[in-house]
């Protein structure tokens, strides 16, 4: 019948979909995650023996 393709059909492109946002999804994950090592790899080159330096600014001394 036609609900039933026109069903189907929906159900194919719903998954489509659905698939698509998982791969943003993990993309956006692993920039998460590489944006927090960063992060903690200032954190610790900042922190030096329980002391914290301020950061240079390019261009300033």
């Known amino acids: ?3 039933r393709s026109d069903l189907r059909q929906l159900t ?5 979909e659905i698939a698509d946002i998982g791969g943003r999804t993990s993309h956006l ?8 090592v ?11 023996g329980g002391r914290t330096q301020q ?5 300033h001394s």
Do not use: R
């Open 29 to 36: 994950e692993t920039k998460t995650e590489e944006l927090c």
């Open 55 to 59: 950061p240079e600014i390019q261009g």
């Open 38 to 48: 960063a992060h903690n790899d200032v954190v610790d080159k900042l922190h030096l």
């Open 12 to 16: 194919t492109e719903l998954k489509k």
């Open 1 to 3: 019948s036609s609900f």
